[in-house]
């Protein structure tokens, strides 16, 4: 009976000792399992005090997909960002909390650990981690404030233990750190584009073809035709460049008079009035509406756009103004002026951009399954 | 307008300055990564690899090999390293048993480039790879590898036609000299390759085993039909009494610059001579050959690479270890733009980059093959030219040509370098 009643004893006082030491331990950081990304999208860089673990992206991918983000605990990350979608939502302009609809189209988020450092079509967040609070803050977003937030997080016996594995404490800084580490693992490199770089997969001739007018400024001294897609979208990301400013232009969409910010509205400099993200084209066929007011339902409207539609202003890209394949044809419009079989091939190669694995990835979906 | 990768390097040097990036910020820079081959040496045991090394001075890490690969099972190293179009990383190699490889890159949660491996490409029997270009026959592209010991024998040579996606040998150019009718033209081992439109130049350089033979022509491939077309003469003077032995090529041709008139440019190994051919590409006919530089007279010898920015031409000599610069814009004739700059006897094989600071920069490999020493047993001592085997990457000021650093392999790892390739890519705009 003694021996019994010893045994018990010891039992409880390691599992008692287990909870405590389990719940003040430091975090743990578990380096993420198997990582590997593509060479060719160029040089990345981790914040050094936010480094990618298992247990940050845990956490951020609860976050993400938990409506307890919101003020009325209805509106979650992924209600405008949904995976099936390339983390967008399909509409031109995403709701608003009021009933209406907000300024902007929701950014597909693939590949963020690439191209520009500037976040939001207008740039206005200088990290993953500044950006990722300014929605759950905005009234007409998410409208939460982040005290309540911390203290609904903290009521949560998952999220504490959550928190505490992947940073320590529950706190809007490692809010921001775990939604950010979440949003820099959703990375797309299996697309059918990503296997014919790697030699694994051909395109079809029109895709070919398509993908040589996608990497050809048009140049009629050389008889070089062009869709001028590279001048903005690099080679292999395809996202806009991450030099300085560079991923941010004016693409013709409206006159002077009626040419928003963008841009402008964070550096303050006229040059950069009407200056918008360019944004990323992997699985660009599942992102529509295009643009960031979403005034484009089709790659086709986006295309007959470039084609002959660029309306001029003073800050529109000179790359785009100078991209003719026809200059001989006259000056009535402005855009590239391809055949409607060119225009078909690079619609067929930007296909080619689409990535199933990515869409479909179980590590990036719903962990709760339909409830919090 | 589309920047070269050069020009691209200088404007992120100088978006750095004007960023005013932290030092920290600043060392993950990896423009000044370079790929590199080294070469194990008997004597010191150590084994032949691949590895990313950081040759900015002004980097806390100068020097420092990031990630290595070694080839402990190969007798003889991986040789010349070229990127695909792709993005895709090649080299060629010297031991039969792996003459053409495809090395894996990759990068690690912190962004960290990783070299993976490599992996043995089929070469159908070909061996002794030594240059690559990517080019199109028919409209359709291929990767074309020059093989200086082709599939054996005293006359041996071919250039291997690839598949860009399969890396499967599609074809292989053969033209043995004992094969073919007097007067025909013949392939025998193929180094140096370039191309224009449809006609594809590639050099008759030395056999595998330097005894066997020596080669003194170039020798014109049709592009549409993959067949040797025409062999080029070019030999003049015979300093080491050996046939000239073209090595390096370059095809001279208006997209490096609309100013330039095509010509074919090749640097003879023992003839220590550059010599032009013009082309004419409306009758696709090549004219008299000219030794446009001598050796002999400005006292240079072993001249090897071709290498290019947006603006200039820079061609290696071996000895006494300089790289010469000229006005891109003037080819195909040879107009100086300044001052030799001085490396280390064996320089060979460059890249341009820029420092943290913003500091345009060129790295010199010096090292040609014979890196040991005969006395010491070391059977890697060939010994046809003496004191090629410097064994360093020289750091130079692109503009002044100033010697700013060196990394010395032999000292500091015990192994000699063969190559080196810029991290991102050429890191230069024409190579050959």
């Given at each position: ?12 006082l390691i ?13 743990v ?21 936010n480094p ?7 956490l951020?991918?609860h976050?993400f997909?938990d ?8 509106v979650?990350?992924?209600s405008?960002h949904?995976q099936?979608l390339?983390f ?8 608003s ?6 300024g902007?189209?929701?950014m ?12 939001f ?5 200088a ?8 929605p ?13 937030l911390i ?28 939604l ?7 990375i797309s ?11 694994e997969?051909?395109l ?15 140049d009629t ?18 996202s ?21 910010d ?15 993200k360019v ?18 339902e ?5 295309m ?14 000179p ?13 009535q419009?402005v ?16 296909h ?13 979906s719903?962990?709760?399954e339909?409830?919090t | 307008?589309?920047?070269s990768?050069?020009?691209q ?40 690899s ?27 190293p991986?040789?010349?390293?070229y990127?695909?179009?792709n993005?895709?990383?090649?080299s ?27 992996t043995?490409?089929?070469t ?5 790879g ?49 094969q073919?009718g ?9 180094h ?16 595998p ?7 003194n ?10 067949e040797p077309?025409?062999?080029?003469l ?6 080491l ?16 610059h ?8 090749a640097?003879?190994m023992?003839?220590f001579?550059?010599?032009k ?8 006919t ?16 072993v001249?090897?690479?071709f ?31 300044g001052p ?28 040609l093959l ?34 700013i ?5 032999k ?22």
């Amino acid at each position: 009976m003694l021996r019994v009643f010893l045994t018990i004893t010891a039992a409880a006082l390691i599992a008692a000792a287990w909870i405590i030491w389990d719940r003040t331990r430091g975090p743990v950081s578990t380096p993420i399992a198997d990582f590997s990304a593509p060479f060719i999208f160029g040089r990345f860089a981790v914040p050094p005090d936010n480094p990618l673990t298992e247990e940050a992206f845990s956490l951020g991918r609860h976050l993400f997909y938990d409506p307890i983000l919101s003020g009325n605990n209805q509106v979650a990350c992924a209600s405008c960002h949904v995976q099936a979608l390339a983390f967008t939502d399909g509409l031109a302009k995403s709701p608003s909390l009021s009933g209406g609809e907000l300024g902007f189209s929701s950014m597909s988020l693939a590949n963020l650990l690439w191209g520009q450092e500037r976040f939001f079509w207008d740039g206005r967040a200088a990290s993953l981690e500044e950006q990722a609070l300014l929605p759950i803050q905005h009234p007409d977003e998410m409208d939460q404030d982040l005290d309540a937030l911390i203290g609904e997080l903290q009521t949560s016996r998952a999220y504490r233990k959550m928190f505490r594995r992947a940073y320590g404490e529950v706190s809007a800084d490692n809010i921001a750190r775990a939604l950010s580490t979440f949003m820099r693992m959703l990375i797309s490199s299996d697309s059918k584009y990503d296997k014919y770089l790697r030699g694994e997969e051909r395109l079809t001739a029109q895709e070919e073809h398509g993908r040589k007018l996608f990497m050809a400024h048009p140049d009629t001294k050389v008889s070089l035709r062009g869709g001028n897609c590279i001048d903005c979208h690099s080679q292999f990301l395809t996202s806009g460049f991450r030099d300085a400013l560079d991923g941010f232009s004016n693409n013709g969409l409206d006159s002077d008079e009626d040419l928003p910010d963008g841009l402008m509205a964070v550096t303050g400099n006229p040059a950069h009035k009407g200056f918008f993200k360019v944004p990323t084209l992997r699985n660009i066929a599942v992102t529509a509406p295009y643009m960031h007011d979403g005034r484009f339902e089709t790659l086709e409207d986006v295309m007959d756009h470039y084609n002959d539609g660029i309306v001029v202003s003073d800050t529109l890209s000179p790359l785009i103004l100078e991209a003719d394949n026809a200059p001989q044809a006259g000056q009535q419009t402005v855009g590239l002026r391809m055949t409607p079989e060119e225009i078909d091939a690079i619609i067929a190669f930007l296909h080619t951009l689409t990535d199933d694995a990515f869409l479909t990835n179980p590590q990036f979906s719903d962990p709760f399954e339909g409830g919090t | 307008m589309k920047l070269s990768k050069f020009t691209q390097i200088t404007l992120t040097g100088a978006a750095l300055m004007v960023c005013g990036l932290s030092a920290a910020e600043a060392q993950n820079r990896e423009e000044s990564q370079g790929m590199v081959l080294l070469r194990g040496l008997p004597t010191l045991d150590t084994k032949h690899s691949v590895a990313i090394v950081e040759l900015d001075p002004e980097s806390d890490r100068f020097g420092e090999i990031l990630s290595e690969v070694e080839q402990p099972d190969m007798q003889h190293p991986l040789h010349h390293l070229y990127y695909s179009p792709n993005g895709r990383l090649y080299s060629t190699g010297l031991d039969p048993s792996c003459s053409l490889a495809e090395i894996g890159l990759s990068r690690d949660a912190s962004g960290t480039p990783v070299i993976e491996g490599f992996t043995c490409l089929d070469t159908k029997g070909q061996v002794v790879g030594e240059d690559i270009m990517w080019t199109t026959s028919n409209g359709q592209e291929y990767m074309f590898v020059t093989f200086m010991g082709g599939t054996g024998g005293d006359d041996g040579g071919s250039v291997g036609v690839f598949d860009t996606q399969t890396n499967e040998v599609v074809k292989i150019i053969e033209a043995r000299k004992s094969q073919i009718g007097e007067g025909e033209p013949y392939i025998m081992y193929p180094h140096g390759i370039s191309a224009f439109e449809d006609r594809m130049v590639v050099t008759s350089t030395i056999h595998p085993d330097m005894v066997t033979g020596v080669g003194n022509v170039l020798t014109i491939i049709d592009l549409n039909t993959l067949e040797p077309i025409e062999n080029i003469l070019v030999e003049n003077e015979k300093p080491l009494d050996f046939p000239s032995s073209p090595v390096e090529v370059l095809f001279a041709r208006p997209s490096m610059h609309a100013d330039i008139e095509p010509a074919i440019l090749a640097n003879t190994m023992f003839g220590f001579e550059t010599w032009k051919v013009p082309y004419d590409a409306s009758s696709k006919t090549f004219g008299e050959a000219e030794v446009i530089y001598s050796g002999v007279s400005n006292e240079t010898a072993v001249p090897l690479e071709f290498y290019g920015t947006e603006d200039e031409l820079f061609i290696s000599h071996a000895l006494p270890g300089v790289v010469k610069r000229y006005e891109l814009a003037a080819l195909p004739e040879l107009v100086s733009t300044g001052p030799d700059i001085v490396a280390d006897p064996g320089a060979h094989h460059m890249i341009f980059f820029t420092s943290a600071s913003g500091r345009d920069l060129i790295a010199i490999q010096n090292n040609l093959l014979n890196l040991g020493n005969a006395a010491d047993e070391d059977p890697t001592d060939v010994d046809f030219i003496a004191d090629l085997n410097a064994h360093t990457i020289t750091i130079h000021d692109l503009e002044t040509g100033e010697r700013i650093a060196e990394v010395n392999f032999k000292d500091r790892y015990n192994k000699g370098v063969d190559n080196v390739e810029g991290l991102f890519g050429s890191g230069f705009v024409h190579h050959h």
